[in-house]
């Protein structure tokens, strides 16, 4: 009898708890193209879940599938009635049934609000243009934090860098996947894809000897780039984990076995379960942005730089 390979959500689903889901899962990238038999994708533990959880249940069932990891797999998703309804309320229901029934996923890209806005999931590959991605909400995140701007605007540039990053390196189309959701509180994004990570990309520019880590740490400093010889400046990331340390936010990266975290300024790095490809989570605080004046006039420059790009 052949046991039951089983892979678990983690009772709390996010940023801080998500390299216990990365350890549960690294397996799976050994399986591309087996169709391992009796798999089990076990949901009912978790109680709590954010963007980035739902996006990684996402992402997980979506390179199972596509890559054949397994052979008639079953997920217990249908029994668990909180992941169920958040999936739902935040997009990702339809596409998380169209891999576990097999069909043809269909992004209907929605930007809802009531008391809060969230961005349907975002594809986001060499055919997407970044400057589309945050134009398409500009307008209607302008509306929602009409009473200040600097809300819209910080909330804006964190949503073009994002996205700006995955696509500059969205070499194999590996669908990366972006999802927004805001508040009068705080923004949170969260972007994943499997394929080539921001380690692989930056460690040509490194010491042999530099670890992952260490690469993944340097990817956050000002002028860091893949991208040599281009419009690229390396400002992106570095500019949203300033955002994150004045804004006392949150910055989580995962990638190809590191992890970097910026809690409000205290930083954490080191090695975690291996994820082929990017995961980023970011969180930004909303209820006192005068803080944003005070680095936006420090780095002025730079953003007049950032801005250049997107003309």
Known sequence: MIKQLTYHTPEVFTQQYARYFLSSV?????FSGKNVPNFFFDLSKTKT????????????????????CFKNPVCNLRECHYVSKELERYGFKKLVYAFINDDIPNYDL???EEDEFFIAPIVLDRGADFCSVEGQYAAKINRF????????FVSLQCLGELSSNFI???KNDTKSVLAARGNREYVELACADTGVGI??????????TSSNYQILSKSLEKGVTSKLNSAHMGYGLWLINE???????ELAVFSEGAYYINAGGKIKSGQ??????????????????KVYSEVLKKLEPEVDDINLQRV
Do not use: Q, R
């Open 26 to 30: 690294e397996s799976m990238f050994g």
């Open 272 to 289: 975690c379960a291996h994820w082929k490809g990017t995961i980023i989570y970011i969180k930004i605080t909303m209820k006192d942005t």
């Open 243 to 249: 955002f994150v340390t004045i804004g006392k936010g």
């Open 199 to 208: 380690i692989s990309n930056l460690k040509p520019l490194f010491s042999a």
């Open 49 to 68: 879940i954010n963007i980035l959880g739902l996006l990684l249940i996402y992402k997980f069932l979506e390179y199972t599938v596509e890559h054949k």
């Open 110 to 112: 929605k930007f809802k």
């Open 168 to 170: 500059a390196h969205a």
């Open 145 to 152: 934090y009409s009473y200040d701007s600097k809300a819209s």
